[in-house]
């Protein structure tokens, strides 16, 4: 999960002053605190082979009082699988 916050604020040129809080993870979302702002990591199309993790994802930034993000970043991330 680490591995893929830290790609994904690297892709985005996100560099927080303080500490980035994984608030909660599920199936298709990863919740993120970084520098008392709210985000989202959306993961879409999860597949791949034995050996490789294919991941797409959308940030988003959550403001105080919406209903809905702002859409920040899209990309793709690979993961190799050791044995």
């Known amino acids: ?5 830290s790609r994904v604020l690297n892709k985005c040129e996100i560099h927080p002053d303080g500490t980035v ?3 909660d993870w599920d199936l ?3 919740y993120l605190t970084i520098d008392n702002q ?3 990591i959306r993961m879409w199309n999860i597949g791949g ?3 490789l993790v294919i991941i797409e994802w959308t940030l988003f930034l959550f403001k105080e009082n919406e209903s809905h993000g702002t859409r920040i970043e899209a990309g793709v991330c690979r993961f190799k699988i050791s044995n």
């Open 28 to 30: 298709d979302r990863v």
């Open 38 to 40: 709210d985000y989202v």
């Open 21 to 23: 809080i994984i608030d």
């Open 1 to 5: 999960m680490e591995s893929l916050v």
């Open 49 to 51: 082979t034995e050996k």
